[in-house]
C-alpha cells in the first residue's frame, strides 16, 4: 500500500492532466450518448459547446460593432448606463450612425427654438414633464389621474424579476415623480414603497384571484383601498413578446411567498391560459370595465399588442355609441420584451411598436374618439428621439421595460428565462440579487428618467414647442427607400395625430389630478 501511495506521489502533474483526458475520452466514445460531436471527436468536441456557450459574450464584448446589436447596441446601452449614473453621456465627433439607413429618425429644428418666459417651470426643475392628458376625466372616474412624468415603468412581474430589482425600481419611480406598472405578478410588498403604481392583471387574476382561478372583484376592491398609491387599473389582453400564448408557473418555483402574493395553491402547476374568464367579446369586456371602474373609482386601460383590426374597429363603434370605454390604451410592440418566449412568436407574431401604433392610432381617431384615451406607448422607446416621434404619432406617455432593467444594472445577458441573470435583476437565486444594492439603483432609475426628461424637453424646445404633445406628424420624417429618401410622419402612416388640448406646462403642475410624490 505505501509503495503504491509513494508511486502515486511520484506522478507528476501533467500526467495527472492527460489520465484526465484519457478518463474524459474513454467516457466520450463508451459511456455518453447524447452528444455527436463529442462522440466523435472525444476532449476537442468540449470545446464547440464551451465556445458555443459564451459566444453571445464573445460576440457583445469583442465581435460586434457600437451599433450592430439586438435588442439594444452598445451605444444605446452606454447612454443609459451614463443617464442612470448621471456621467457625461455625449458622443464626439459626430454621430457614427448610418443616417441614410432605413427607419432612421429625423426631428425638423425650428429656426428658433422655443423660449422659457419667466418662472417657467422648467426653470426650476429642468426634468419637469408630466402627461398632458388626464386618465379617467372623459369618463367622469371618481379618482382621475394624471402621471407625473411622460416615462414609466412597464409591466414587470414580481417573480420574474427580483424582489430587490422591484424595490429598486419602485424607489428609483419615487425619486422620478413616475409610476411603476406591476406587471401581472400581482402586487407585491416591493411595490409599495413610495412610488405611484398602476396594478396590471391578466388571464390569470393574479393578486385578484378566486380559488377557482377566476377574478375576484371583492379581493380587487379590499386592493384598491388598502393600497392607496395604486392610481389606476390596467388589463392585459396581450403582450407583444407571444399575444395570444399562455403560460404555466411551474409549481415548483412557487414560494410561500408568491403564493401569498399571487394567490395561488403551494406547489402546484398554474396555468395562465390565452384567454380571459370575466369576458369573452368586446361587448362583455366593455361591461367588465365599466364594473371595475365603478367598483374602484379609479381609471382603468387595457394594454395590447396589435395585429388584426376587427374587434378594435367594434371596440370603437361601441365606445361612440355609449360615450364610455377605456380610459387608456398601452399599445405594446411586437417585438417582444421581457417576458421570454418561443422565437417564433417574438419574430413573427403581432406588429413591431410603430406600425400597430399607426394603425390602431387611425381606428379611434377615424371615430373622434382620441381626445377620450390616454395613449400609453411599450416598445423600445426609451429614447428621447423615438419618444419624439411616438408622440408626433400620438402617444401620450411612454412605458419603458428593457430600459428601466438596464438603468439598475442588466447588461442584456438574455438568459431572463433561466433564473441565471448574472446582474440580479431577473433572477429569484438569493445569491445573484444580493449584489443589487436598493438604495443605489433606485437613485439611478430616477436618474435615468430625468435625464431622459430633460433631453427630451430640450429637443421639444429645439423644435419650437413647449411639451412634447404638441409634436405634429410633420416635425418627424423618417427614411422610406431609396426613391424618396424620407418621408414625414403624416404621409409615411397616413393620417394626422389629434392635437392635443394644452396650455402651458404651468397649468399642467397646478394640475389637482397630477400624479407623484411632489404633488
Known amino acids: 500500500m505505501n509503495a503504491f501511495l509513494d508511486f502515486l506521489g511520484d ?12 478518463l474524459v475520452a474513454i ?18 468536441g468540449h470545446f464547440r459547446y464551451i465556445l458555443e456557450k459564451i459566444g453571445p459574450e464573445l460576440r457583445q464584448y469583442l465581435v460586434a460593432n457600437n451599433r450592430e446589436e439586438l435588442p439594444f447596441n452598445r451605444i444605446e446601452r452606454g447612454w443609459i448606463y451614463a443617464s442612470a449614473k448621471h456621467e457625461n453621456n455625449y458622443e464626439g465627433f459626430g454621430t457614427d450612425r448610418d443616417i441614410y439607413a432605413h427607419q432612421h429618425i429625423f426631428i425638423n429644428n425650428a429656426m428658433m427654438p422655443f423660449k422659457l ?22 369618463n367622469n372616474r371618481r379618482k382621475p389621474f394624471r402621471p407625473a412624468s411622460i416615462i414609466n415603468v412597464s409591466a414587470m412581474s414580481f417573480g420574474s424579476l427580483s424582489a430587490k430589482a422591484v424595490e429598486s425600481m419602485n424607489k428609483g419611480v419615487k425619486i422620478a415623480n413616475a409610476y ?38 371583492e379581493k380587487l376592491i379590499a386592493l384598491v383601498d388598502n393600497n392607496p398609491f395604486v392610481k389606476a387599473i390596467e388589463i392585459k389582453l396581450s403582450q407583444g413578446a407571444k399575444p395570444g400564448k399562455g403560460g404555466v408557473l411551474p409549481g415548483a418555483k412557487i414560494t410561500q411567498e408568491i403564493s401569498d402574493i399571487r394567490h395561488v395553491p403551494l406547489g402546484k402547476d398554474v396555468l395562465s391560459p390565452p384567454n380571459h374568464s370575466a369576458f369573452s367579446n368586446v361587448p362583455e369586456m366593455m361591461v367588465f370595465i365599466e364594473q371595475i371602474a365603478e367598483a374602484t373609482g379609479l381609471p382603468v386601460g387595457i394594454k395590447a399588442a396589435i ?16 360615450g364610455k370605454g377605456p380610459d387608456f390604451i398601452t ?8 417576458g421570454a418566449a418561443p422565437p417564433s412568436f417574438a419574430d413573427h407574431v403581432s406588429l413591431p411598436w410603430v406600425f400597430g401604433f399607426s394603425d390602431l392610432y387611425k381606428v379611434f381617431k377615424n371615430r373622434n374618439l382620441t381626445e377620450r384615451i390616454v395613449f400609453v406607448g411599450s416598445g423600445k422607446l426609451g429614447f428621447p428621439a423615438k ?54 439603483k433606485s437613485e439611478r432609475l430616477g436618474q435615468y428618467f430625468k435625464t431622459f426628461r430633460k433631453e427630451f424637453i430640450e429637443i421639444t424646445h429645439a423644435a419650437g414647442y413647449e411639451h412634447p404633445c404638441q409634436f405634429k406628424m410633420s416635425d418627424v420624417a423618417v427614411n422610406v427607400d431609396d426613391q424618396t429618401l424620407t418621408k414625414e410622419l403624416d404621409r409615411t402612416y397616413m393620417y394626422n395625430k389629434t392635437v392635443v388640448p394644452f396650455t402651458s406646462v404651468q397649468d399642467l403642475k397646478d394640475c389637482q389630478y397630477l400624479g407623484g410624490s411632489k404633488a
Open 11 to 22: 506522478i507528476s502533474w501533467w500526467m495527472w492532466i492527460l489520465i484526465a483526458l484519457v
Open 27 to 44: 467516457r466520450d466514445v463508451f459511456f455518453q450518448k447524447h452528444h455527436t460531436i463529442s462522440h466523435n471527436f472525444p476532449i476537442v
Open 117 to 138: 418666459p419667466e418662472n417657467h417651470p422648467h426653470l426650476a426643475d429642468p426634468t419637469f414633464l408630466p402627461c398632458a392628458k388626464v386618465m379617467g376625466l372623459h
Open 180 to 217: 411603476h406598472n406591476t406587471g401581472e405578478g400581482g402586487l407585491s410588498p416591493y411595490h409599495s414603497h413610495g412610488g405611484d403604481v398602476v396594478f396590471h392583471f391578466g388571464t390569470g387574476y393574479f393578486g385578484v384571484r378566486s380559488d377557482d382561478g377566476t377574478f375576484s372583484m
Open 307 to 322: 395585429g388584426k383590426l376587427e374587434q378594435w374597429e367594434e371596440l370603437a363603434d361601441i365606445m361612440v355609441k355609449t
Open 331 to 338: 399599445v405594446d410592440g411586437g417585438e417582444g420584451g421581457t
Open 387 to 440: 419618444a419624439a416621434m411616438a408622440f408626433a404619432m400620438g402617444a401620450d406617455c411612454i412605458n419603458v421595460a428593457r430600459e428601466a432593467m438596464m438603468s439598475i444594472g442588466c447588461i442584456q445577458a438574455q438568459i431572463c428565462h433561466t433564473n441565471r441573470c448574472p446582474s440580479g435583476v431577473a433572477t429569484q437565486s438569493k445569491w445573484l440579487q444580493s449584489g443589487i444594492d436598493p438604495t443605489l
